[in-house]
């Protein structure tokens, strides 16, 4: 099946730093998502992203179908950022669900 | 803005007992799914539904069963529960097409079996 991987799995910053996570896939997809777990659990939809580059605030991420990667950038990071970054995509001509990475826990401390 | 919610937050059952996790989604969505997730085996899926009183195995379905009786409705069933199936279980739904196949996820239930 697809595969998946995040990287890094662990990342600490101070307030205000900038950080760049990384998710690699191993077949075609046309979805693909970025979530944030926050601490009771919930998934928090970042951004909806099978291609292209997306802003959102302090938030930005860019998908490269053809090489099979995606990028979410955070910048000026807050100590509120801290929690698990998932990436989970759709297979293209698969089943409706999504595979999910093993995520990054991301920690900023003030 | 998308809703679904999950019928608890947190729920303690006994070894046996049948345990209902029910999951409402307020946008019309035709697919509707049930995910587990553990430390260290992260999100895995237990089943999903295309439409009413359809559904699909996905890749943990053993020990558990669904019903889907209305289109907004999704419950998942422990038949009987064992402490395996402690977890933190998630519900999520989406648009079966264009232009989007983005899925949305409910709070999460922790369940924990004693």
């Known amino acids: 099946g697809i595969q998946v991987e995040q990287s890094p799995p662990d990342l600490i910053l101070q307030e205000g730093a900038n950080s760049t996570l990384r998710c690699n896939f191993s077949d075609s997809v046309n979805n693909l998502q970025w979530f944030h777990q926050n601490p009771w659990g919930q998934l928090i939809n970042l951004f909806y992203i099978p291609s292209g580059t997306k802003q959102n605030g302090r938030l930005s991420a860019t998908t490269v179908a053809t090489e099979r990667y995606s990028l979410l950038y955070i910048s000026s990071s807050q100590t509120t950022d801290s929690g698990v970054y998932f990436c989970a995509v759709r297979i293209q001509g698969g089943s409706e669900k999504l595979v999910f990475g093993k995520g990054t826990k991301l920690t900023v401390n003030p | 803005d998308v809703k679904v919610t999950q019928s608890s937050r947190y729920l303690v059952k006994r070894t046996g007992e049948k345990v209902f996790l029910e999951c409402v989604q307020d946008?019309?969505?035709?697919?509707m799914f049930w995910y587990r997730q553990d430390p260290g085996l992260g999100l895995r899926l237990i089943y999903f539904s295309y439409d009413v009183k359809m559904k699909e195995k996905g890749d943990i379905p053993e020990g558990y069963s669904v019903s889907r009786e209305k289109k907004e409705r999704f419950s998942l069933i422990l038949e009987s529960a064992s402490t395996n199936q402690t977890s933190m279980y998630l519900c999520a739904s989406s648009s079966s097409g264009a232009p989007t196949y983005e899925q949305y996820f409910g709070p999460g239930t922790r369940l924990t079996v004693t």
């Open positions: 946008m019309d969505h035709e697919n």
